[in-house]
């Protein structure tokens, strides 16, 4: 594994076959499985829920589950995707009721945590909390569906990310979410980002194992 991890999202991924196509995208060189967990509430979208996950690991899923919560309320679905697998579980602020709670619930049950920043949420939600999260998630569309394109004012804000990281002197990762492709992936990375989602651009590729390929040569680079 690189330092740079590969997380396809797996909201593109074919729904019908999902253990395959997931079995398929990590033999083809991908580093984390990431998850949308959508509620039609919080977003206007419906997706998976913890039976889902618990499905990958019993089809012999092994490789970690990143699960982004697009919900709420969040605590209430915290524990039910820890018994089902989850390695890190990530939830936007404006969606947790006591963002100090959620994430000791999720670091109770062995999971990394995580916040996710909408394009216009402000990084202020991380200034009491850094000593406790593992991830920060820059979302670089706006939540509830994939195949949107890159928002720009998203490579600032990992800029900002990346320099409160830096100061806190802590081992975070720091992920972006949304409109990730071949050809920006590159100032992606140059602004600060070490973890890239990508559903349509993996999923929708003819090959997989090309267009994953494709994208590690450019941060090669
Ligand atoms: C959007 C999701 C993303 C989405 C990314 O709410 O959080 O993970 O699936 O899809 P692409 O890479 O197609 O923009
Ligand atoms: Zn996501």
Redesign the pocket.
């Known amino acids: 594994m690189s330092d740079y991890l590969i997380a396809p999202?797996i909201?593109?991924a074919d729904f019908a076959r999902l253990g395959a196509d997931v079995e398929a995208v990590l033999a083809a060189g991908a580093d984390v499985v990431?998850f949308?967990v959508?509620d039609n509430h919080y977003?206007p979208n419906l997706t998976m829920g913890p039976m889902f996950c618990k499905a990958l690991r019993d089809y012999g899923i092994t490789a970690p589950i990143d699960v982004?919560l697009?919900v709420q309320p969040v605590d209430r679905i915290i524990g039910d995707f820890i018994d089902a697998g989850a390695d890190i579980i990530t939830f936007h602020p404006e969606a947790s009721a006591h963002i100090d709670r959620s994430l000791q619930l999720i670091k109770s049950g062995g999971c990394k945590a995580g916040l996710v920043f909408n394009p216009a949420t402000p990084l202020h939600h991380l200034d009491y909390v850094m000593d406790r999260i593992d991830q920060i998630l820059i979302?670089s569309?706006n939540?509830?569906?994939?195949?949107?394109s890159f928002i720009p004012t998203a490579l600032d804000k990992l800029r900002q990310a990346r320099q409160r990281i830096a100061a806190s002197g802590r081992d975070i990762r720091l992920e972006i979410?949304?409109?990730?492709k071949v050809d920006n992936i590159r100032a992606i990375a140059e602004a600060g980002a070490d973890m890239f989602?990508?559903?349509?651009?993996i999923f929708n590729a003819p090959d997989y194992a090309t267009r994953i390929a494709e994208m590690r040569a450019e941060l090669a680079l």
């Open positions: 999202s909201l593109s990431h949308d959508m977003v982004h697009m979302m569309v939540p509830g569906f994939g195949g949107q979410d949304g409109g990730v989602v990508a559903g349509s651009a």
